[in-house]
């Protein structure tokens, strides 16, 4: 076994007797209560989760492992002269539960580059799509294609005790992370590089690397990659990609059909997808106004418009947060530090200073405030990255990170089949002229 495994199960034994005692002593004392609104309005604030990689506060923002994202940048080891954080660290940590040293993430680094071999026949299922297919649709399907690789799979069919399940999880996490940059860097070059495809550096990190198949090797968007990677891991456990993949997991479907399934979920606009949709809006808005450099009442005059066209402003709101997103503040820092004079990012910072009292004036909108979208494909442009469809599969490589080192946690604890109870509309009715009692008095 290796060493990272070891120590991840010493955690997750600990961990299991812990829950198996609190629950002994403590399984019936009641949690919270449930409003009729919540079960209508997408259980919003309702806990039914456990997570252990990270914590979302609605005001401080994310914190992993307890650790907010400049704690982060601060003690999680860096590349040879960069600055900002690695992300094997930050996996490390969500997986371990512990802060890891240079070695811990040097040795990541190699294991996932004696993992990350792609088998032939994923190219070629990525090649049987068309060119024009949504780069997150080739990626979903591509992972999908290298379930065939699939530990988890193998060693189930094969009647495997339900004991081992977390160690052949742990195999599938670790070879699926190892794997995604290939894949994800094969579908930028074929789309938009005319399928000039660049081989692997052995010798650079899981990010570095990324940004080398993409066909960066700026050090600026190398550091970008490295913070990206790190800043989009993980968001607790109820957010769509998250509780997508826990919940498929709890079928006892494996990493990949998970992943797959939570990579769906990010494609939607209202999350993942936000990242191209601020991008497009604002290039569209630019395009419409004939500048690049937008002043705040021709922006609010164009947020108007969105409103009044009954569209989101995207990049704005958040399900749970109630400030601005520690992870815009962390874009908008790397941003001050390696672009300040970019127009592009200029125009994101003004956008900033303009929608939230308008957001704030409609009356009903919970968080007027940023979230991580409004900023990322600013920082990516200002490297010559302009093709926004493909944003969403950045966010996905890096939100395997957290929902992967879940799944890992999932199968340690044993946790089982989600399946949480439904009603109609019908039944609430009845329920509330007294003639149902199945919830009682
Ligand atoms: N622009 C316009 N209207 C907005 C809005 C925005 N940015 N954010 C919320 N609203 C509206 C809602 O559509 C809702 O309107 P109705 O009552 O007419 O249906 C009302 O304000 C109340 O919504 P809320 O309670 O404040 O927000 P929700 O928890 O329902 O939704 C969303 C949270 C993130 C989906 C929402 O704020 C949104 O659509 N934002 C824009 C899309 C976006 O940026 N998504 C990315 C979120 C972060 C993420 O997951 N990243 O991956």
Redesign the pocket.
């Known amino acids: 076994m290796g060493i990272i495994k070891d120590r991840f199960k010493e955690k997750a034994d600990a961990k299991g007797v812990e829950i198996k005692d609190l629950l002994k002593d403590h399984g019936t004392k009641v949690i919270g209560e449930v409003q009729l609104a919540q079960v209508f309005?997408?259980m919003?604030g309702m806990t039914g989760l456990v997570t252990e990689t990270s914590l979302l506060d609605a005001q401080d923002g994310i914190r992993f492992r307890g650790y907010s994202i400049p704690e982060l940048q601060e003690k999680l080891p860096k590349y040879d002269g960069g600055s900002e954080p690695l992300p094997e660290g930050l996996f490390y940590l969500m997986l371990v539960g512990e802060l890891p040293t240079e070695e811990d993430v040097q040795h990541l680094t190699a294991v996932w580059q004696r993992r990350s071999h792609v088998p032939n026949h994923v190219f070629a299922t990525i090649e049987a799509l068309p060119v024009s297919t949504h780069p997150m649709t080739q990626f979903t399907v591509a992972v999908m294609a290298l379930q065939t690789e699939s530990q988890f799979a193998k060693r189930y069919a094969a009647g495997m005790n339900k004991k081992d399940y977390w160690d052949a999880m742990f195999d599938d996490a670790m070879d699926l992370i190892a794997r995604l940059p290939r894949i994800a860097a094969y579908i930028y070059r074929r789309k938009y590089k005319n399928g000039d495809h660049i081989q692997p550096n052995g010798l650079l990190d899981w990010a570095g690397n990324f940004a080398h198949m993409l066909g960066y090797e700026n050090e600026g968007f190398k550091e970008l990659m490295r913070l990206y990677m790190t800043i989009h891991a993980d968001?607790e456990g109820g957010?769509?990609?998250a509780h997508t993949t826990h919940l498929v997991g709890s079928a006892l479907s494996d990493a990949y059909q998970s992943f797959a399934a939570g990579l769906n979920g990010?494609a939607g606009?209202?999350?993942?997808l936000?990242?191209q949709?601020?991008i497009k809006w604002i290039f569209e808005m630019r395009e419409e106004l004939q500048t690049e450099s937008p002043t705040g009442e021709q922006i609010a005059d164009y947020v108007q418009r969105?409103?009044s066209a009954g569209?989101?402003?995207?990049?704005?709101?958040?399900?749970v947060l109630r400030k601005t997103?520690p992870r815009f503040t962390a874009q908008m820092e790397f941003g001050k530090k390696h672009m300040p004079d970019d127009p592009l990012v200029q125009t994101i910072w003004t956008v900033y200073e303009t929608v939230p009292p308008i957001?704030q004036s409609?009356g009903?909108?919970?968080?007027p405030w940023p979230?991580?979208?409004?900023h990322s494909g600013a920082l990516l442009v200002h490297y010559g990255m302009v093709e926004y469809e493909f944003y969403t599969v950045l966010?996905g490589v890096s939100r395997a990170l957290g929902v992967l080192a879940s799944l890992c946690w999932d199968r340690a604890l044993g946790f089982p089949l989600e399946r949480p109870k439904s009603i109609t509309t019908d039944l609430v009715a009845k329920w509330l002229k007294g003639e149902d009692e199945i919830w009682g008095d």
């Open positions: 309005q997408g919003r968001h957010n769509v990609s990010l606009p209202l999350h993942g936000a990242n949709e601020v969105t409103l569209k989101v402003v995207p990049g704005y709101g958040h399900a997103d957001l409609l009903k909108i919970k968080n979230n991580v979208d409004a966010f």
